[in-house]
């Protein structure tokens, strides 16, 4: 469940050009000022699209304002990496305290990397933020305005999916200390919680129902509970044409919380059902 912020360390001159953003254009030399002022406070860490408060995701609805309105107010210009050339609205994010950048690893401004992230050769995106002490693995995606906690590993090509459109949606959530496998695809809006294992190749997305395997019960839909492990499943429907199989996710296992991630010990659970991190 999300809510909007009723604060925001935006400014509300966000929300005044946000009600004529249809006559905004990149010759308007004082919107363009706002609009850059506060993506620079999501690019430091100041402000952030969402967090959890009280269990809920909380959406700072300014702030995706202030991105979107980024794409009607900054023209596009030309920029260069070594041999490369780029053509975009957007530049790279230049803010990199305590944070360690392998080649190959690219940020745009306007998204946040916390001091003791490690960036493999790997894609964030706008408005994204990203605790202390996590690693983005190689080939990896951190969508627009996806919220990563601390301590966070995610594996070899995860993709978290991001979403700018509408101003009030909820972005991925990914609380601290989950561990999120290889190829895996969190989209949607979906959460996963904290200290979660989350098995390759799974997808969920907020719509794709969480399962217990002991009791059968359907947890929540788009959302993977606190101190878990979770892979990807199957569960068997009747349609008129016949049965088949819609993807689920499945709880395998509980952990106690704050049970660090025994890597051995992991791949033990997820080998005896047949998955892998």
């Given at each position: 469940?999300?809510?909007?912020?009723?604060?925001?360390?935006?400014?509300?001159?966000?929300?005044?050009?946000?009600?004529?953003?249809?006559?905004?254009?990149?010759?308007?030399?004082?919107?363009?000022?706002?609009v850059?002022?506060?993506?620079?406070?999501?690019?430091?860490?100041?402000?952030?699209?969402?967090?959890?408060?009280?269990?809920?995701?909380?959406?700072?609805?300014?702030?995706?304002?202030?991105?979107?309105?980024?794409?009607?107010?900054?023209?596009?210009?030309?920029?260069?990496?070594?041999?490369?050339?780029?053509?975009?609205?957007?530049?790279?994010?230049?803010?990199f305290?305590?944070?360690?950048v392998?080649?190959?690893?690219?940020?745009?401004?306007?998204?946040?990397?916390?001091?003791?992230?490690?960036?493999?050769?790997?894609?964030?995106?706008?408005?994204?933020?990203?605790?202390?002490?996590?690693?983005?693995?190689?080939?990896?995606?951190?969508?627009?305005?996806?919220?990563?906690?601390?301590?966070?590993?995610?594996?070899?090509?995860?993709?978290?999916?991001?979403?700018?459109?509408?101003?009030?949606?909820?972005?991925?959530?990914?609380?601290?200390?989950?561990?999120?496998?290889?190829?895996?695809?969190?989209?949607?809006?979906?959460?996963?919680?904290?200290?979660?294992?989350?098995?390759?190749?799974?997808?969920?997305?907020s719509?794709?129902?969480?399962?217990?395997?002991?009791?059968?019960?359907?947890?929540?839909?788009?959302?993977?509970?606190?101190?878990?492990?979770?892979?990807?499943?199957?569960?068997?429907?009747?349609?008129?044409?016949?049965t088949?199989?819609?993807?689920?996710?499945?709880?395998?296992?509980?952990?106690?919380?704050?049970q660090?991630?025994?890597?051995?010990?992991?791949?033990?659970?997820?080998?005896?059902?047949?998955?892998?991190?």
């Open positions: 469940m999300s809510h909007q912020s009723t604060s925001s360390p935006l400014p509300r001159a966000v929300d005044a050009l946000w009600e004529r953003r249809a006559e905004l254009s990149p010759n308007d030399a004082e919107a363009r000022a706002v850059v002022g506060a993506i620079d406070l999501l690019d430091t860490g100041k402000a952030r699209v969402a967090q959890v408060s009280d269990g809920e995701v909380v959406v700072d609805e300014r702030a995706k304002r202030a991105i979107l309105l980024a794409f009607k107010v900054l023209g596009l210009a030309r920029s260069q990496v070594g041999d490369f050339q780029h053509h975009d609205r957007l530049p790279l994010k230049t803010t305290d305590g944070v360690r392998v080649p190959g690893a690219i940020a745009r401004w306007g998204s946040y990397a916390a001091p003791g992230v490690v960036l493999m050769p790997s894609f964030t995106d706008i408005g994204a933020h990203i605790g202390a002490g996590t690693m983005v693995g190689t080939w990896a995606t951190v969508g627009s305005c996806a919220q990563i906690g601390g301590n966070v590993h995610l594996s070899g090509g995860v993709g978290i999916g991001g979403v700018l459109e509408p101003p009030n949606a909820m972005p991925v959530v990914v609380e601290d200390d989950a561990l999120i496998g290889s190829r895996a695809m969190i989209v949607e809006g979906a959460r996963v919680g904290r200290g979660a294992v989350v098995g390759a190749g799974t997808i969920l997305s719509t794709i129902p969480v399962i217990d395997v002991m009791t059968g019960d359907e947890l929540a839909r788009g959302r993977i509970p606190d101190w878990c492990v979770a892979v990807g499943g199957t569960r068997q429907k009747e349609f008129p044409g016949g088949f199989g819609l993807p689920c996710v499945l709880v395998i296992k509980r952990l106690d919380p704050g660090r991630h025994d890597k051995a010990a992991l791949d033990e659970v997820l080998r005896e059902h047949g998955a892998d991190t």
